[in-house]
C-alpha cells in the first residue's frame, strides 16, 4: 500500500482553478494510450481514479486526505505518470513525477 500525499500545485487544471496530485494522477490515468485501451486497462485505471475519488471525499476543507493505493494500482498509476506527455513545461509537473518515482 502507498500513501501519495494529495499537494496542492499552482497549475490550473481542467476547473480553472489551481489543481492538486489527485488531480494530476486523474489526468494521466484518463490520457488514452496509443494504442487505445482494452478492458482490462480500463479496470485498472479506474481503480486508480476511484482511489483518488474516495481521497477527494475525505478530504477536509483545505487538508487534502492522502491518496491510498495499492501496490498493483500504484504501478498502474505510475505507469500512466510516466507515459504522459504533458502539454506545458512546468517544474511542479517536474516535481510531481518526481515524488511518485521515488515513493
Given at each position: 500500500m502507498k500513501a501519495v500525499m494529495n499537494?496542492?500545485?499552482?497549475l490550473r487544471?481542467?476547473?480553472?482553478?489551481?489543481?492538486?496530485?489527485g488531480e494530476l494522477i486523474k489526468m494521466c490515468a484518463r490520457q488514452v494510450p496509443p494504442q487505445g485501451f482494452d478492458v482490462q486497462?480500463?479496470?485498472?485505471?479506474?481503480?486508480?481514479?476511484d482511489a483518488v475519488e474516495a481521497a477527494e471525499k475525505n478530504s477536509k476543507g483545505k487538508k487534502?486526505?492522502?491518496?491510498?493505493?495499492e501496490d498493483a494500482d500504484f504501478a498502474v498509476a505510475?505507469?500512466?505518470?510516466?507515459?504522459?506527455?504533458?502539454?506545458?513545461?512546468?517544474?511542479?509537473?517536474?516535481?510531481?513525477?518526481?515524488?511518485?518515482?521515488?515513493l
Open positions: 499537494k496542492e500545485v499552482s487544471l481542467e476547473s480553472g482553478e489551481n489543481g492538486n496530485y486497462q480500463m479496470r485498472e485505471r479506474q481503480r486508480v481514479l487534502k486526505a492522502d491518496i491510498q493505493l505510475l505507469g500512466c505518470i510516466k507515459s504522459m506527455r504533458w502539454g506545458a513545461l512546468s517544474k511542479e509537473i517536474i516535481e510531481f513525477v518526481d515524488y511518485m518515482d521515488n
